[in-house]
Protein backbone atom coordinates (compact mmCIF):
# COMPACT_ATOMS: atom_id res chain seq x y z
CA UNK A 1 0.00 0.00 0.00
CA UNK A 2 1.25 3.43 -0.90
CA UNK A 3 0.93 4.36 3.29
CA UNK A 4 3.68 1.95 3.79
CA UNK A 5 5.84 2.64 1.31
CA UNK A 6 5.61 6.41 2.07
CA UNK A 7 6.81 5.06 5.98
CA UNK A 8 9.54 2.65 4.01
CA UNK A 9 11.19 5.53 2.26
CA UNK A 10 11.20 8.00 5.08
CA UNK A 11 13.09 5.41 7.21
CA UNK A 12 16.07 5.27 6.18
CA UNK A 13 19.49 4.47 7.41
CA UNK A 14 20.03 8.47 8.79
CA UNK A 15 16.53 8.43 10.16
CA UNK A 16 17.22 5.19 11.96
CA UNK A 17 20.12 6.78 13.42
CA UNK A 18 18.71 9.64 14.46
CA UNK A 19 15.83 8.33 15.92
CA UNK A 20 18.34 5.71 18.05
CA UNK A 21 20.28 8.22 19.21
CA UNK A 22 17.44 10.13 20.14
CA UNK A 23 15.59 7.30 22.46
CA UNK A 24 19.06 6.16 23.98
CA UNK A 25 19.00 9.88 25.07
CA UNK A 26 15.99 10.35 26.50
CA UNK A 27 16.26 6.99 28.27
CA UNK A 28 19.31 8.14 30.03
CA UNK A 29 17.34 11.34 30.92
CA UNK A 30 14.79 9.12 32.83
CA UNK A 31 17.18 6.98 34.48
CA UNK A 32 18.99 10.14 35.55
CA UNK A 33 15.29 11.71 36.76
CA UNK A 34 14.41 8.20 38.13
CA UNK A 35 17.72 7.78 40.39
CA UNK A 36 17.37 11.91 40.69
CA UNK A 37 14.03 11.20 43.17
CA UNK A 38 14.22 8.15 44.57
CA UNK A 39 18.12 7.58 45.12
CA UNK A 40 17.73 3.98 42.93
CA UNK A 41 17.80 2.70 39.69
CA UNK A 42 15.58 -0.19 38.37
CA UNK A 43 16.88 -3.64 36.65
CA UNK A 44 17.81 -2.84 33.68
CA UNK A 45 16.25 -5.86 31.57
CA UNK A 46 13.12 -4.62 33.31
CA UNK A 47 13.88 -1.62 32.32
CA UNK A 48 14.66 -2.12 28.79
CA UNK A 49 11.24 -3.85 28.42
CA UNK A 50 9.09 -1.70 29.53
CA UNK A 51 10.63 1.24 27.50
CA UNK A 52 10.75 -1.28 24.58
CA UNK A 53 6.64 -1.25 25.20
CA UNK A 54 6.83 3.01 25.23
CA UNK A 55 8.99 3.12 22.46
CA UNK A 56 7.03 0.32 20.00
CA UNK A 57 3.49 2.32 21.52
CA UNK A 58 5.05 5.55 19.99
CA UNK A 59 5.45 4.28 16.52
CA UNK A 60 2.57 2.05 16.50
CA UNK A 61 0.62 5.48 17.04
CA UNK A 62 2.49 7.28 14.10
CA UNK A 63 1.53 3.84 11.91
CA UNK A 64 -2.26 4.04 12.72
CA UNK A 65 -2.72 7.82 12.05
CA UNK A 66 -0.49 7.43 8.92
CA UNK A 67 -3.02 4.42 7.84
CA UNK A 68 -6.20 6.43 8.76
CA UNK A 69 -5.46 9.72 8.04
CA UNK A 70 -2.52 10.30 5.35
CA UNK A 71 -5.14 9.44 2.69
CA UNK A 72 -7.23 10.89 0.21
CA UNK A 73 -10.11 10.39 2.46
CA UNK A 74 -9.76 9.90 6.28
CA UNK A 75 -11.34 6.81 7.84
CA UNK A 76 -12.10 8.23 11.42
CA UNK A 77 -14.11 5.26 12.44
CA UNK A 78 -10.87 2.71 11.74
CA UNK A 79 -8.89 5.28 12.96
CA UNK A 80 -11.07 5.26 16.40
CA UNK A 81 -10.96 1.56 16.46
CA UNK A 82 -7.39 1.20 15.89
CA UNK A 83 -6.87 3.61 19.08
CA UNK A 84 -8.97 1.68 21.68
CA UNK A 85 -7.30 -1.46 20.21
CA UNK A 86 -3.76 0.09 20.60
CA UNK A 87 -4.35 1.07 24.18
CA UNK A 88 -6.24 -2.31 25.28
CA UNK A 89 -3.04 -3.84 24.17
CA UNK A 90 -0.36 -2.35 25.46
CA UNK A 91 -2.63 -1.94 28.78
CA UNK A 92 -2.38 -5.64 28.60
CA UNK A 93 0.83 -6.18 27.88
CA UNK A 94 1.53 -3.94 30.73
CA UNK A 95 -0.34 -5.81 33.10
CA UNK A 96 1.20 -8.62 32.73
CA UNK A 97 4.45 -7.78 32.87
CA UNK A 98 3.55 -5.75 36.21
CA UNK A 99 2.00 -9.39 37.95
CA UNK A 100 5.10 -11.01 36.39
CA UNK A 101 7.93 -8.47 38.12
CA UNK A 102 6.48 -7.05 41.21
CA UNK A 103 6.72 -7.94 44.26
CA UNK A 104 3.42 -7.70 46.05
CA UNK A 105 4.76 -8.58 49.78
CA UNK A 106 6.73 -5.64 49.53
CA UNK A 107 3.72 -3.27 48.57
CA UNK A 108 1.70 -1.49 51.58
CA UNK A 109 -1.55 -2.15 51.12
CA UNK A 110 -4.13 -4.62 49.77
CA UNK A 111 -2.86 -6.28 46.47
CA UNK A 112 -5.93 -5.44 44.34
CA UNK A 113 -5.42 -1.62 45.25
CA UNK A 114 -1.50 -2.38 43.93
CA UNK A 115 -2.49 -3.38 40.69
CA UNK A 116 -5.14 -0.43 40.32
CA UNK A 117 -2.52 1.71 41.27
CA UNK A 118 -0.08 0.15 38.29
CA UNK A 119 -2.96 0.12 35.88
CA UNK A 120 -3.48 3.92 36.15
CA UNK A 121 0.23 4.55 36.07
CA UNK A 122 0.11 2.11 32.81
CA UNK A 123 -2.51 3.99 31.32
CA UNK A 124 -1.02 7.53 31.41
CA UNK A 125 2.39 5.90 30.43
CA UNK A 126 0.11 5.23 26.94
CA UNK A 127 -1.73 8.24 26.80
CA UNK A 128 1.89 10.35 27.53
CA UNK A 129 3.81 8.43 24.31
CA UNK A 130 0.52 7.77 22.00
CA UNK A 131 0.05 11.76 22.44
CA UNK A 132 3.76 11.98 21.34
CA UNK A 133 3.67 10.02 18.60
CA UNK A 134 0.94 11.71 17.70
CA UNK A 135 3.05 15.24 17.65
CA UNK A 136 5.68 13.67 15.77
CA UNK A 137 3.10 12.62 13.27
CA UNK A 138 1.90 15.87 13.03
CA UNK A 139 5.38 17.63 12.51
CA UNK A 140 6.32 15.61 9.68
CA UNK A 141 2.35 15.61 8.21
CA UNK A 142 2.74 19.85 7.85
CA UNK A 143 6.02 19.92 5.94
CA UNK A 144 4.44 17.07 3.84
CA UNK A 145 0.87 18.93 3.71
CA UNK A 146 2.93 22.12 2.92
CA UNK A 147 4.90 20.18 0.22
CA UNK A 148 2.05 19.15 -1.48
CA UNK A 149 0.13 23.06 -1.22
CA UNK A 150 3.32 24.07 -2.91
CA UNK A 151 3.28 21.53 -5.38
CA UNK A 152 -0.69 22.30 -6.18
CA UNK A 153 0.21 26.21 -6.63
CA UNK A 154 2.74 25.53 -9.17
CA UNK A 155 0.17 23.72 -10.74
CA UNK A 156 -2.36 26.11 -10.56
CA UNK A 157 0.10 28.69 -12.10
CA UNK A 158 0.65 26.41 -15.08
CA UNK A 159 -3.04 25.49 -15.26
CA UNK A 160 -3.61 29.47 -15.11
CA UNK A 161 -0.96 29.94 -17.51
CA UNK A 162 -1.87 27.46 -20.38
CA UNK A 163 -5.57 29.34 -20.07
CA UNK A 164 -3.64 31.89 -20.88
CA UNK A 165 -2.31 30.52 -23.75
CA UNK A 166 -5.80 28.90 -24.84
CA UNK A 167 -7.59 32.55 -24.57
CA UNK A 168 -4.64 33.94 -26.61
CA UNK A 169 -4.85 31.28 -29.61
CA UNK A 170 -8.86 31.82 -29.14
CA UNK A 171 -8.52 35.22 -29.70
CA UNK A 172 -6.23 34.83 -32.66
CA UNK A 173 -8.76 32.28 -34.33
CA UNK A 174 -12.01 34.48 -33.49
CA UNK A 175 -9.81 37.32 -35.41
CA UNK A 176 -9.07 34.45 -38.08
CA UNK A 177 -12.65 34.01 -38.46
CA UNK A 178 -13.61 37.33 -38.73
CA UNK A 179 -11.07 37.94 -41.35
CA UNK A 180 -12.05 34.79 -43.14
CA UNK A 181 -16.08 36.64 -42.85
CA UNK A 182 -14.35 39.58 -44.24
CA UNK A 183 -13.08 38.04 -47.24
CA UNK A 184 -16.20 36.14 -48.87
CA UNK A 185 -18.44 39.27 -48.25
CA UNK A 186 -15.77 41.08 -50.92
CA UNK A 187 -16.46 38.11 -53.75
CA UNK A 188 -19.89 38.60 -52.63
CA UNK A 189 -19.62 42.64 -53.45
CA UNK A 190 -17.75 41.75 -56.35
CA UNK A 191 -20.78 38.42 -57.39
CA UNK A 192 -23.41 41.86 -56.79
CA UNK A 193 -21.19 44.16 -59.27
CA UNK A 194 -20.89 41.43 -62.31
CA UNK A 195 -24.53 40.70 -62.19
CA UNK A 196 -24.97 43.85 -62.62
CA UNK A 197 -22.88 44.72 -65.59
CA UNK A 198 -23.78 41.04 -67.02
CA UNK A 199 -27.47 41.29 -66.47
CA UNK A 200 -27.18 44.21 -69.30
CA UNK A 201 -25.66 41.55 -71.87
CA UNK A 202 -27.40 38.45 -70.55
CA UNK A 203 -30.02 37.58 -68.20
CA UNK A 204 -29.19 34.43 -68.20
CA UNK A 205 -26.10 34.59 -67.37
CA UNK A 206 -26.66 37.01 -64.26
CA UNK A 207 -29.18 34.49 -63.13
CA UNK A 208 -26.64 31.88 -62.84
CA UNK A 209 -23.92 34.69 -61.19
CA UNK A 210 -26.54 35.10 -58.25
CA UNK A 211 -27.08 31.24 -58.37
CA UNK A 212 -23.54 30.72 -57.72
CA UNK A 213 -23.68 33.71 -54.92
CA UNK A 214 -26.24 31.67 -52.99
CA UNK A 215 -24.67 28.44 -53.30
CA UNK A 216 -21.37 30.41 -51.80
CA UNK A 217 -23.54 31.75 -48.92
CA UNK A 218 -25.26 28.10 -47.87
CA UNK A 219 -21.41 26.90 -47.90
CA UNK A 220 -20.43 29.59 -45.11
CA UNK A 221 -23.94 28.93 -43.08
CA UNK A 222 -23.48 28.33 -39.78
CA UNK A 223 -24.60 25.07 -38.66
CA UNK A 224 -26.61 24.26 -35.11
CA UNK A 225 -25.59 23.29 -32.20
CA UNK A 226 -25.09 19.83 -33.36
CA UNK A 227 -23.13 20.33 -36.75
CA UNK A 228 -26.00 19.85 -38.73
CA UNK A 229 -28.25 22.22 -41.03
CA UNK A 230 -31.90 21.53 -41.99
CA UNK A 231 -32.38 18.97 -44.88
CA UNK A 232 -35.01 20.95 -46.93
CA UNK A 233 -31.82 23.84 -47.25
CA UNK A 234 -29.19 21.53 -48.92
CA UNK A 235 -31.67 20.12 -51.51
CA UNK A 236 -32.23 23.75 -51.91
CA UNK A 237 -29.13 24.23 -53.02
CA UNK A 238 -28.55 20.96 -55.31
CA UNK A 239 -31.38 22.91 -57.10
CA UNK A 240 -29.69 25.86 -57.67
CA UNK A 241 -25.94 24.17 -58.37
CA UNK A 242 -28.11 22.29 -61.71
CA UNK A 243 -30.49 24.86 -62.80
CA UNK A 244 -28.89 25.51 -65.68
CA UNK A 245 -27.94 21.91 -66.77
CA UNK A 246 -30.60 18.94 -68.03
CA UNK A 247 -30.82 16.89 -64.97
CA UNK A 248 -33.38 14.93 -63.55
CA UNK A 249 -34.21 16.12 -60.01
CA UNK A 250 -37.05 14.28 -57.38
CA UNK A 251 -37.49 14.61 -53.78
CA UNK A 252 -39.92 12.81 -51.92
CA UNK A 253 -40.91 13.21 -48.23
CA UNK A 254 -40.46 15.97 -45.65
CA UNK A 255 -37.19 16.95 -46.40
CA UNK A 256 -38.06 19.90 -43.51
CA UNK A 257 -38.95 18.09 -40.70
CA UNK A 258 -35.07 16.51 -40.40
CA UNK A 259 -31.68 17.70 -40.62
CA UNK A 260 -27.97 16.66 -42.12
CA UNK A 261 -24.70 17.47 -41.65
CA UNK A 262 -24.23 20.21 -44.52
CA UNK A 263 -22.31 20.01 -48.58
CA UNK A 264 -22.26 16.01 -48.49
CA UNK A 265 -25.19 16.18 -50.81
CA UNK A 266 -23.83 18.85 -52.76
CA UNK A 267 -20.64 17.15 -52.89
CA UNK A 268 -22.02 14.21 -54.58
CA UNK A 269 -23.94 15.81 -56.97
CA UNK A 270 -20.63 17.85 -57.80
CA UNK A 271 -19.34 14.82 -58.87
CA UNK A 272 -22.23 15.36 -61.83
CA UNK A 273 -20.01 17.40 -63.57
CA UNK A 274 -16.82 16.30 -63.11
CA UNK A 275 -17.68 12.53 -64.87
CA UNK A 276 -20.98 13.08 -66.46
CA UNK A 277 -21.38 14.17 -70.39
CA UNK A 278 -24.51 16.21 -69.36
CA UNK A 279 -24.82 17.93 -73.05
CA UNK A 280 -26.06 15.04 -74.73
CA UNK A 281 -27.10 12.25 -72.00
CA UNK A 282 -29.18 13.12 -69.11
CA UNK A 283 -28.51 12.71 -65.72
CA UNK A 284 -30.67 11.77 -62.14
CA UNK A 285 -30.66 12.72 -58.88
CA UNK A 286 -32.99 11.30 -56.45
CA UNK A 287 -33.70 12.61 -52.72
CA UNK A 288 -35.89 10.62 -50.28
CA UNK A 289 -36.73 10.67 -47.04
CA UNK A 290 -38.85 7.69 -45.30
CA UNK A 291 -41.06 8.29 -42.41
CA UNK A 292 -38.75 6.37 -39.94
CA UNK A 293 -36.11 8.98 -41.56
CA UNK A 294 -34.31 6.66 -43.47
CA UNK A 295 -32.57 8.75 -46.21
CA UNK A 296 -31.75 7.84 -49.86
CA UNK A 297 -29.37 9.83 -52.15
CA UNK A 298 -29.18 8.76 -55.86
CA UNK A 299 -26.98 9.78 -58.27
CA UNK A 300 -26.54 8.42 -61.99
CA UNK A 301 -24.34 9.96 -65.39
CA UNK A 302 -22.97 8.79 -68.14
CA UNK A 303 -19.43 9.46 -68.08
CA UNK A 304 -17.30 11.83 -70.75
CA UNK A 305 -14.90 10.48 -72.60
CA UNK A 306 -11.24 10.45 -70.26
CA UNK A 307 -8.82 12.94 -71.40
CA UNK A 308 -5.24 11.50 -72.59
CA UNK A 309 -3.73 13.11 -69.62
CA UNK A 310 -5.28 11.58 -66.67
CA UNK A 311 -6.60 14.06 -63.74
CA UNK A 312 -5.50 14.28 -60.36
CA UNK A 313 -7.61 11.49 -58.21
CA UNK A 314 -10.00 13.80 -56.14
CA UNK A 315 -10.32 13.43 -52.63
CA UNK A 316 -13.98 14.78 -52.33
CA UNK A 317 -16.22 11.04 -51.73
CA UNK A 318 -13.05 10.35 -49.08
CA UNK A 319 -13.83 13.64 -47.16
CA UNK A 320 -17.40 12.68 -47.71
CA UNK A 321 -16.62 9.68 -45.62
CA UNK A 322 -14.56 10.58 -42.51
CA UNK A 323 -17.37 13.21 -41.95
CA UNK A 324 -19.88 10.62 -42.30
CA UNK A 325 -17.99 8.24 -40.11
CA UNK A 326 -17.38 11.52 -37.78
CA UNK A 327 -21.21 12.09 -37.81
CA UNK A 328 -23.03 9.08 -38.35
CA UNK A 329 -20.73 6.09 -37.01
CA UNK A 330 -22.56 2.74 -38.22
CA UNK A 331 -26.04 4.63 -39.60
CA UNK A 332 -24.99 5.16 -42.85
CA UNK A 333 -23.79 3.23 -46.21
CA UNK A 334 -22.31 4.71 -49.11
CA UNK A 335 -21.98 2.97 -52.24
CA UNK A 336 -19.98 4.09 -55.91
CA UNK A 337 -19.96 1.85 -59.05
CA UNK A 338 -18.47 3.40 -62.38
CA UNK A 339 -17.46 1.45 -65.19
CA UNK A 340 -15.97 3.36 -68.48
CA UNK A 341 -19.75 4.44 -69.54
CA UNK A 342 -21.54 5.12 -66.54
CA UNK A 343 -20.94 7.10 -62.82
CA UNK A 344 -23.69 6.18 -60.03
CA UNK A 345 -23.53 6.79 -55.92
CA UNK A 346 -26.36 5.89 -53.64
CA UNK A 347 -26.20 7.20 -50.28
CA UNK A 348 -28.27 5.39 -47.49
CA UNK A 349 -28.61 7.28 -43.99
CA UNK A 350 -30.42 7.10 -40.71
CA UNK A 351 -31.21 10.77 -40.04
Same mark, same amino acid.
Given at each position: &?????????? &??? %??? /?????????? &????????????? %????? *?????????? /????????????????? *? %? *??????? =???????????? @??? @???? !?????????????????????????????? +? +?????????? $?????????? +???????????????????????? $????????? *???????? #?????? =?????????? #?????????????????????????????????????????????????????????? &??????????????? !????? !????????????????????????????????? $????????????????? /????????????????
Amino acid at each position: &MNFIKDFGRR &MNL %RVI /VNHSIFWILY &MVYELFSLYYMTK %RLPSL *PIYLFYYGCN /VGLFYCQVWILTLTLSI *P %R *PNFVKLI =VFLLSEIVLFLI @IKM @IADL !KFTNFSAIRGLKLEGIKAMAMLDLLRIIYF +A +AFGTLYWAIN $NINNYQKKAD +AAEIKSLKNARETADLEIKLARSQ $NAYLQQQIN *PHLLFNSL #NFIHSS =VYKLSREAAE #NIILLSDIMRYSLEETDADGKINLEKEAEQIENLIYPLDISYLTEGGLAEHKIIPLVL &MTLTENLFKHGDLSK !KQAII !KLTVKDHGELKFYTFNHKRPQPPVERIKSIGIE $NIKIRLNYAYGPDYKLA /VNQTDEIYESELTLQL
